[in-house]
């Protein structure tokens, strides 16, 4: 009896998960963003480090090699954005939707159809936003000039009060760290 018991409660059981994965659709994709099916699947997300008008440039955080391919082994996502409106600033961290194909120059070209910044990023005890360091590293002489850099970390240092901030550059294993002092 026990047996049959226990044969029904696990047949039960996985009649319920059959019947709760035929319910509805939540119109949401499957890769646990949130983000609606009529969205575009790419999204693409980083740092405004310029801005032209109502285009930005977003470039990654994230180092890539793709020296497999002929490219260099210290690669970082960088494009440009026509169509992205005046609102957002050099500095802001973004997700962009583009709309249509992304050219596959460097920086890649593109068309913004629409774009949205984190949350602004202020630490206890900081005057600055994250935001408005890493504007600030980005013009700063010992930036590097060279173009497009990627922020690829932004830190609060509270101890003594400045951010640091390390921007690299495509094909290039070095760093550099630009100090940006919290107060003026």
């Known amino acids: 009896m026990r047996r049959k018991r226990g044969v029904l409660l696990a047949f039960l059981a996985a009649f319920v998960v059959l019947l709760s994965a035929c319910g509805e659709s939540t119109g949401t994709s499957n890769d646990g963003a949130g983000q609606s099916s009529e969205e575009p699947e790419f999204v693409y997300t980083g740092y405004i480090v310029d801005r ?36 957002h600033d050099i500095g802001e961290r973004v997700r962009v939707w583009p709309e249509g194909p992304i050219a596959e120059s460097y920086p890649g070209q593109g068309k913004a159809g629409r774009v949205e910044a984190f949350a602004a ?18 013009e700063a002489p010992d ?7 990627a922020v690829k970390a932004a830190e609060y240092k509270a101890n003594t009060g ?9 094909g290039e294993a070095r760093t550099v760290v630009v100090t940006v002092p919290d107060r003026e």
Do not use: C
Request: proline content about 4%; hydrophobic content about 35%; overall charge negative.
């Open 143 to 149: 930036a590097g000039g060279m173009f497009p850099p």
């Open 52 to 87: 032209k008008g109502d285009g930005i440039l977003v470039t990654g955080s994230v180092k890539t090699n793709i020296s497999d391919d002929g490219g260099a082994n210290h690669y970082y996502e960088a494009t440009w954005f026509s169509n992205a409106g005046t609102e």
């Open 162 to 170: 400045h951010w640091r901030i390390e921007l690299a550059y495509n």
């Open 121 to 138: 990023q202020q630490p206890d005890g900081a005057n600055l936003t994250e935001a408005e360091a890493i504007r600030k590293a980005l």
